[in-house]
């Protein structure tokens, strides 16, 4: 399993790209899965259903499982966040996880960066960035590709993912 991180701004199209680069993996035979970071208070339950209701009572998780999919909730009640090789461990075996988020661990990333967006570039601040995808011409030695090529950014991120075993080890070595 190979680990790449998408980088940059809010409004920087990162959400975008990754929905157009999914189902380019997916034709190419890859498995995919995507973990999200939220900075702020979500909930992905509807307040009043059973399992919503299940948690407010103070269930530490709450499974919900359908034909078409099945979702675990995990109530943190206190504790620390967990660091991203912990989510990596509860995800079922894929060719790729793309993390979106988490710029403080020490994965690999593609900077995100969309010159309307009127926000500086992160790459020379974050030795994580191994490449750009952007809409402008960047001054770098690092690999950039345009944002609406597809097949390139899919490339970008295919050369510069990191085994799973990799992300675990650096961050290790980061407490």
């Known amino acids: 399993m190979k680990v790449i991180g998408l980088a940059g701004w809010s409004g920087a199209g990162k959400t975008t790209l990754l929905t157009r680069l999914i189902p380019h993996f997916n034709a190419q035979g890859l498995r995919v899965s995507v973990i999200k970071h939220a900075h702020h208070q979500f909930d992905v339950d509807v307040p009043g259903k059973d399992s919503w209701r299940h948690r407010e009572a103070g269930a530490a998780e709450v499974l919900v499982s359908s034909a078409n999919r099945w979702a675990l ?5 206190g ?9 990596l461990d509860k995800l079922s075996a894929v060719d790729l996880v793309v993390v979106e ?3 403080r ?5 593609i900077e995100v960066h969309r010159a309307g967006n009127d926000k500086p570039l992160l790459f020379p601040n974050d030795p994580g960035i191994a490449g750009i995808a952007t809409d402008i011409a960047v001054e770098t030695r690092l690999p950039t590709v345009h944002l609406d090529d597809i097949p390139a950014a899919a490339a970008l991120l295919l050369r510069a993912a990191m085994p799973v075993e990799e992300v675990a080890a650096r961050s290790a070595a980061m407490r």
């Open 73 to 77: 909730m995990h109530e943190l009640r």
């Open 79 to 87: 504790a620390a966040e967990p660091r991203l090789p912990e989510l």
């Open 101 to 103: 988020g988490f710029k």
């Open 105 to 109: 661990e020490p994965h690999r990333k």
